[in-house]
């Protein structure tokens, strides 16, 4: 059993940025498909950026260009960060692991397909 658990959430100003890391229980390795998503409140789950076992990473539109998906393997931590900030990146952040099934070659999936999560950090921007 995997256990992730995220951190470096916290209240950011608009324009700011920050780096939220994801740590896994020991003696994981990391392999196949990773990603974080995130949920704002009332709305539903979504990934926001992942990294495949070849460090292929992929973006969704909200943050393209101003984030960056990274993995240590040696470390077994992920993270992601973001820049320039903006009042509707405001969410609850989760980090995942393992794919249950293919996705078209890509690790940008829906959040019903990954097996493993953290409990979320939160991610607050205001003016």
């Known amino acids: 059993q995997v256990q992730l658990v995220e951190s470096g959430g916290g209240a950011v100003q608009v324009g700011g940025s920050l780096t939220l890391s994801c740590a896994a229980s020991?003696?994981?390795?990391?392999?196949?498909?990773l990603a974080w998503f995130r949920q704002p409140p009332g709305q539903d789950r979504e990934a926001v950026a992942s990294?495949?076992?070849?460090?292929?990473?992929a973006y969704a539109n909200s943050i393209q260009g101003r984030g960056t998906i990274s993995k240590d393997n040696a470390g077994n931590t992920l993270a992601l960060q973001i820049f320039s900030l903006k009042p509707e990146d405001t969410a609850m952040y989760y980090c995942?692991?393992?794919?249950?099934?293919?996705?078209?070659?890509?690790?940008?999936?829906?959040?019903?397909?990954?097996?493993?999560w953290g409990q979320g950090t939160q991610v607050t921007v205001s003016p």
């Open positions: 995942a692991a393992e794919l249950t099934q293919y996705f078209g070659g890509s690790c940008l999936a829906p959040p019903s397909l990954y097996r493993y």
């Open positions: 020991r003696d994981t390795y990391w392999s196949g498909c």
């Open positions: 990294i495949d076992s070849n460090g292929v990473t």
